[in-house]
């Protein structure tokens, strides 16, 4: 076996979930249901935990509101679990500030956004990187390319660039297609562990060389999720396939508007009362709700 279709290392495990961040009814961070969350997902196939991302709300966390959850997270899973602080930012002085203090709070990892609305070129972006890299040489990091949230795609020869670093280790890939891994891949090897970004294309990125998923829908299937994976890897092709079948209902549903507004509701339908999303984001819509109701229905009897 050549070295570039060697499998790469598995940094932070294969399951990893975005975590929603739980509102109380006055619309606070709710630490107390933030912790019984994380230990949850752990019970349900999760590797590993990534506060404060995307889902996790945090373009309407403050700093400390941010800083409270990854301690949190952090004392509810104990050791053994992997926790990644989401530490990006479109500024790059408080992208390093935040990735610092991710360090010092004892996290394993930060995922690492593309700096979003600014649309700075290849060159601005690799600047970036290195900046937020030197200012915690220690800490993994795993950088997030979302061009459809962020307005511009860190391109596959910059992350080659980037790889001098030894902190860079891994690539959450959300661009919506596989060519994405396979470049990564051509470009970098097997050094650089590239995560799918996006549930319903976990199967199809594990097939040209991704090593798991950061996932949204483990919140609601992880065990189903892991099942998939591990099924995968072991050659069991048609039962992970049968699994990627029986879950792409719930993977469109929970992207038919923007995330974290579906997931959020889908936790609530099954006894999670992590309140609504902050706006400028609201609750999912009467109908869009009926029918997430009637697929978690169905996943339930299967």
Partial sequence: MSSLAALSPTPFGRLLTAMVTPFDKDGKVDLALAGRLARHLVEEGSDGIVVCGTTGESPTLSWKEQHQLIETVRQAVGPAVKVLAGTGSNSTTEAVEATSEAALAGVDGALVVVPYYNKPPQEGLEVHFRAVASAAPE????????PGRTGCSLAPSTVKRLMEFSNIVSFKAASGTTEEVTQLRMHCGSKLA????????????????????????????????????????????????????????????LFATTNPIPIKAALELTGWPVGPPRSPLLPLNTAMKTELSKILDALHQT
């Avoid at 800490?139 to 979302?146: A, E, G």
């Fill in 139 to 146: 800490l993994p990091l795993m950088l997030y390319n979302i």
């Fill in 194 to 253: 590239v995560y799918s970004g996006d549930d319903g294309l976990l199967l199809p990125m594990l097939s040209v060389g991704a090593v798991g998923v950061v996932s949204v829908a483990s919140h609601l299937v992880g065990r189903r999720l892991k099942a998939m994976i591990e099924a995968y890897l072991s050659g069991q092709s048609a039962i992970a396939l049968g699994y990627h079948e029986q879950l792409q209902p719930l993977f469109k549903a």
